[in-house]
């Protein structure tokens, strides 16, 4: 059984900074894209940021030059460093995967989410 573990949520000032984890486990073959959403109280779930296996990026205009995605495969993990956080990125974040296992289809799989605070 595939799970998505994320870390690193919190609560920090405006114009700080948190880095979020996320790791997976269990029989995994691949992992395709990797993502993080966020969702806010009242909002829908929105797309923060992307990466391929190929290393492309995707970002929401607004944590463009703020956020970064980045993975390291030997580990199935996606990381997301947030800086200069605004009381606007508070949500509840969360990563998505698209992972190949030991049923040799691919998934999507959700973590469990993680809350990101910031106070003005």
């Known amino acids: 059984q595939v799970q998505l573990v994320e870390s690193g949520g919190g609560l920090v000032q405006a114009g700080g900074s948190l880095r979020l984890s996320c790791a997976a486990s269990g029989t995994i073959f691949s992992i395709n894209d990797m993502g993080w959403y966020r969702q806010a109280p009242g909002k829908q779930r929105e797309l923060v940021a992307l990466i391929t296996s190929g290393r492309s990026t995707t970002y929401a205009d607004s944590v463009k030059g703020r956020f970064t995605i980045s993975r390291d495969d030997a580990k199935n993990t996606v990381y997301l460093q947030m800086n200069s956080l605004k009381p606007e990125d508070t949500a509840v974040y969360s990563c998505?995967?698209?992972?190949?296992?030991?049923?040799?289809?691919?998934?999507?799989?959700w973590g469990q989410g993680t809350q990101v605070t910031v106070s003005s």
């Open positions: 998505n995967a698209l992972i190949q296992s030991a049923t040799y289809y691919f998934m999507r799989y």
